[in-house]
């Protein structure tokens, strides 16, 4: 999945925040708010792992779908867009992970 298409499914996401509860999903985990939007990102990021002992590529291709999905309404819910994330992602280009966690601590 490109940046592109998360944009994309972003895009779609925050127009679905003042939907009807009762036909759009998104605006159902909306409506529920940021406690259960996180709970599902946990519910999710566990069944990806899952997947990834028990599985084959199929079921991590899907499982990992569902968990960036329910993220991107996390993000969104939080008020943080993928440009937020890939900026992010930018600054620790050429960084050690080891490094970029050190730098944390202090």
């Given amino acids: 999945m490109s940046q592109h298409a998360i944009d994309a499914l972003f895009q779609v996401i925050e127009a679905r ?3 009807d509860p009762e036909t759009s999903y998104t605006a ?3 409506a529920k708010g940021r406690k259960k939007i996180a709970q599902k990102v946990g ?8 997947a990834a002992v028990a599985e084959g590529p ?8 569902d968990l960036l999905y329910h993220l991107l309404v996390l993000w969104a819910e939080v008020g943080v867009a ?3 994330v890939w900026a992010e992602l930018n600054k620790r ?7 970029e966690k050190n730098s944390r601590k202090k």
Wanted: avoid cysteine; aromatic fraction near 4%; hydrophobic fraction near 45%.
């Fill in 17 to 19: 925040k003042g939907a």
């Fill in 82 to 84: 993928p440009a937020d």
């Fill in 43 to 50: 519910e999710e990021a566990v069944e990806t792992a899952l």
């Fill in 93 to 99: 280009a050429g960084i050690s992970g080891i490094d």
């Fill in 58 to 65: 199929a079921g991590v291709t899907s499982e990992s779908a």
């Fill in 28 to 30: 159902k985990l909306f």
